[in-house]
DNA sequence: CCAAACTATATCACGACGCGATCTATCGCA
DNA sequence: TGCGATAGATCGCGTCGTGATATAGTTTGG
């Protein structure tokens, strides 16, 4: 739609996975699952082609920072740019009230 | 994703539109740009398109109820079948969930 | 000790979808 | 009469999701 700056549902999903943390490719994967309780399984076309469009679109960048202990050399890591931390912020506020709006028509309990 | 059920924003807005009544096209794009204080313009390739595959999908159906008055013969009205109703509810929970992760990540006021 | 499962990244082709542009036609109003 | 709003519809382009496939190192259970 005409709604400047909005990331799809994939996009948000691994934008939320290095807000608090940088994580490479296949840990967003399992960040994603376990977060979500196994509902959403990003499978790896989905993902390694979003991260081309994220790194394009500047919202994330290579990160050098490497966990001291348990890494793994053929890692990548990948971090949130400023504008990446605000598309997010962007993309929960457009969501918090889409989820308010779907509340006042009865499509949630305490509606 | 590999989310069982779930659809697109466009068509959540589409379905948010026909929870609380039947609306025609035009309707639908004029209801979902009031709701959101015009910060979401669909396009009208966007809606039709969407609206077909909503009743391909068997979430929408045409609706035989037209309004008394105001009425006008070239609408098509539309509303949400049993199933439709059910995956706008669903859809409305997975969103009410993110925004929940989104804000334990710090993403959105009072997090 | 070896096979299977897991970790990790990457690409491809197909289909679904968003979207602006464009078209046709009617309606309401000045 | 003429113009902007209402109303529906289609087309093509570009973006995106997705499963399949490939490659390869690591871990783990039997």
């Known amino acids: ?30 960040e994603i ?3 979500t309780d196994g509902e959403v399984r990003m499978g790896t076309g989905t993902l390694y082609s979003a991260i081309r469009r994220l790194l394009n679109k500047g919202v994330i960048r290579e990160s ?3 966990p001291d202990t348990d890494d793994d050399e ?15 912020r962007g993309e929960a506020r457009r969501l918090g009230l889409l989820v308010a709006q779907a509340r006042s028509k009865q499509l949630l309990p305490r509606g």
Chains 1, 2 share one sequence.
């Open 64 to 66: 050098s920072s490497r």
């Open 1 to 30: 739609m005409a709604t400047e700056g909005s990331l799809t549902t994939s996009m948000f999903h691994i934008l939320m996975s290095l807000a608090d943390r940088p994580r490479h490719g296949y840990g967003i994967l399992r």
């Open 33 to 35: 699952e376990g977060r």
């Open 74 to 88: 053929r890692r990548v890591y990948y971090e949130l740019t400023d504008e990446g931390l605000a598309a997010a």
